[in-house]
Each structure stands twice: as structure tokens, then as C-alpha cells.
């Protein structure tokens, strides 16, 4: 974390609910809360504009909890600019303060409930936003199977950490044109080792199954990941019907040559997802050498949260076909953002402290409760049409024959 005591960083309407809560939140109370963290992202603005950064982000909000664009907040609504303004104003983010910004208050959010002398199992993975529209360069889009009706998207790579019952994000990174893996994992990496507390594991899904990005991991903590079973030694070595511990080697003879000690975890299937039979998965399994299969497995299942807090992020959203990689860049900042402040709060303010820990409430929920809950407030504040001129005729004379 950069310098979380620094004017930047300064959240005293959120500091003030977190240490001194009142006996209940409000909807409004929300809504101020998430502009707070989001105007802390520098915006340079138009000189002389009647606008500033406060009234973009009210429409940038809007349109984030409403999973809708900048264009659907400022035609439904009375009192807000049109949306040529707003995107003059969007398009004068500037990437790298822009991401840092996002960055350090997501650190700031995690550290806020985050114990800083305990050590941390981390997970890292590439997420892909869909993307419709035409980009500003070809060599910015990725491709992806098909989802939301396109298979070109946006890719960012993302590192979480599993606290709190819940995955808090640590930092977000664009994969930018002609990144490798490697160079993408390299600087979230870079961002998580500000954070105050020691990494005992880095986890990740197969992608971390290259000599190159291996290596960037293991400069860190030791990596945890499921194998690729392309290799034939490796298809020998997972055709067993007992679980064991073994070694494999990528890249052999090559630069970025690794030899990693293997867990080869036998389950057995009895129906599960209709499937039968043995099931045999291998691990990479730096620094967990003395643990069984078994065991192995289960240090790696911590991952499996990171898919429900991208269903979070997705719930958050704001829709666009702008070609700006910044502008889109924001966008998910923002989805990640208010999904920290949600969990910050959740856990934080309304969980009931009970032995052993605290309960989280299962009536606050992200979407139902927090995001449409600013919704609400913000289609007050923003004069959200309710109703619609009509043409005063109807069908035209002579259409009217199928409703009988």
C-alpha cells in the first residue's frame, strides 16, 4: 500500500461508520459512502466546464448498480448531464493514476478489516469482460469462448485473498496488447507485496501451468496449482488408482525449466455431477511437500470462492461499447470497488459478533440490498423518469384486428 495515511487515501465519512456505527444504515448513507470512495479516483476534468468530477460519478454509480450505460442513466433521468458531457469527462481519465487510484483503495478497504501480522494465502486469476463495439486498437482484445453474444473481451488479472468468510480483492491489473502471462501475474504481484502481511501460498488455476510464470510466482510464495495433462509422463503418472507424492518437470532442457514436487489426488466419483469412478487430479505443490494428496487438494479448494465474487463484480458492472481500454479499465474498478465496500461493511458493521467469530447477515445481500439500495436513492436524487410521453392514437387504424 503506497501511502494509505495520505490525503488521497482519506475516507472520513466511511472511517466514521466503521468505528462508530449508528444502530442502523440507511439507503442514503450507502450512496454516500460509495461516491466517497469513488471520487477519490482522480479525474483531470474539462477546464471550465459547468461539471465536476462529483456529478460524472453520480452517473458512473448509476449506471454501475443499475448494470446499465452512461447513456441509459442520462436519458432516464431529469437532472443529470447529457451524455456527450459525460463521456468528455470519462475520456479524460488518465490510465496509470486511474489504476493506482483503484488499487490503493482497494488495499485501504481490505486493510481496513484485514489483520496485518497474520500471514495470507493468496489467489490469482485472469478474468475476461466481454467487450462489444470497436476498439481503439485490434492489438488490445483478447479472445475468449463465446459469452454474452461475443468472444472478443478485455482481460485483467486479479489477486484475492480469503478472509472474513468472504474473497477481498487485493489488486487488479489490465493485460495489456502483447502481455505474456507472466508479465500480467509479475505486476499484480508487484501490488501485493506492499501489503503488510506475509504470503504463505500463491494459488492459481492452470494457467499457471508455464515455466515462465512459475518462476514469477515462486519469487514470491509458493505456488499452488492444478497440472495440465497434456504431457505423456504426467498422463502415466495421474492413470494412478491411489494417491501418492511425486515430482514432474516443465520445460525441460529449455530456459525457464522447473521441477515441481506433484500431488497426485485419487477421488472417487459416485454420482457426483453424473459421473462415476476414479478421478485422479495433479497438483503442483511448492512448499507442501510433507502434506498428503489429500491435504494438498484442500489448501487449494480455498480457491474456489474467486468465481462467486466475480458474480458479485458482474452484478456491478456499468455496460458500455466505448473503445477506450481506459474507460472500460474504470469501469470494472468500480465493480470491484463497491463490492469491497459492501464486504468492508458487511462484515464490519452489520455482522453479529458471536463466539469464534462473527455472523454475517444474510439479509444484505449485494445486489437486493446494498447496490439497489443506492439505486433507489439515486433515482431520487437524479430525477429518474417514471413516466413516459405516449403518441396519444395508438395502433394505427386497421391494427387493432389481433387483439380480438
Known sequence: IRCPESPLMNLPKLKRVLTDPDEFISNQQLKTLALEVLELVPMPGIEGSPLDSGDIMEVVLR???????????????????????????????????????????????AMSVLDRDRSRTVCLDFMDNPFHGTPESDNEIRRMAAQDGTTQCHRYCTAFVIAQGKPLTLAVEPVDGEDSKADAVERVLARVELYPFDVDHLLMDRAAYVGEVIGVLRAVAPPVFPVKTGKASLREKLAATASYMTEETICEGKEHE????????????????GKSGVKATGYAAYGLEDRTPQQVATVYDKRSQIEKSYEKFREARALTTAPSPTIRLFYVGVGFLLEQLWLVLQWAVLARPRRGGRALPRDFTFSDAFLHGIERVLDDDLGWKEKHRTNGEGLPAGYDHGLG
Open 63 to 109: 449506471a454501475a448498480v443499475g448494470t446499465t450505460s452512461v447513456n441509459g442513466v442520462t436519458t432516464n433521468t431529469a437532472e443529470t448531464p447529457n451524455r456527450e458531457p459525460v463521456m468528455d469527462w470519462l475520456h479524460t481519465l488518465d490510465k496509470e493514476p486511474m489504476l493506482d487510484a483503484v488499487n490503493d483503495i482497494l488495499a485501504l478497504l
Open 258 to 273: 522447473q521441477t515441481f514436487p506433484l500431488a497426485v489426488n485419487v477421488t472417487y466419483q459416485n454420482g457426483d455431477r
